[in-house]
């Protein structure tokens, strides 16, 4: 004989079941270990995410305004530099040498190249760089050329006269063990998203 049960009936076998496994220690115990296994695994996938995939960082300073302004949030993608080397004109995340901040810049030169700073205009490779972009002002003191190093780049801050960046001997070119990754976009606040 098929007996049939109705909702009310079914419902009310679901609460004796969940008052059975209340009192059940083992049950209780297994249930918390899951949950903590859950949320173990949750929390290793987000740290691992942020520290080799993406990450958002908030601008703190002026020195690549008014491309970014002090406060916005960026979203700094870290993979690209696995397979690739960073480029002229690109927007990095990087560590100073004995830093344990990150800064933003602007690479302006790769490997070999030659920069120099002379009547308030960079030089690249013995041609005046075009930064009309994003700077139009001129930079206050100068810099006798010096070739980027293998395995570096030169960096700048967009706010050329409030930026310490490659040009103090301090910091110099970044290695690019130094560079953690590229920025694509602001992401806040939303009136001001834009990407890279």
Request: charged share 30%.
């Amino acid at each position: 004989m098929d007996r049939k049960i109705d909702k009310k009936q079914l419902n009310r076998l679901r609460k004796n079941a969940e008052t059975l496994h209340e009192k059940d220690e083992a049950f209780k115990k297994a249930s918390d270990r899951d949950f903590a296994l859950w949320l173990l695994i949750v929390l290793v996938a987000a740290f691992a995410v942020r520290l080799f995939l993406f990450e958002p960082i908030r601008v703190s300073g002026d020195s690549m305004y008014d491309t970014l302004i002090d406060g916005e949030r960026m979203f700094v993608e870290k993979v690209s530099y696995w397979f690739e080397r960073p480029q002229r004109g690109e927007i990095i995340i990087c560590y100073y040498p004995n830093h344990t901040t990150t800064c933003v810049k602007r690479v302006i030169g790769v490997p070999g190249d030659r920069i120099a700073i002379l009547g308030g205009e960079i030089y690249l490779n013995g041609e005046k760089l075009d930064e009309s972009a994003y700077w139009e002002d001129i930079i206050w003191s100068d810099m006798a050329e010096i070739t980027v190093p293998e395995d570096c780049v030169f960096v700048m801050g967009d706010n050329r006269n409030g930026s310490s960046d490659s040009r103090n001997p301090l910091v110099g070119p970044i290695p690019y063990n130094r560079v953690v990754g590229r920025v694509r976009s602001v992401i806040w606040p939303v009136a001001r998203a834009r990407t890279f």
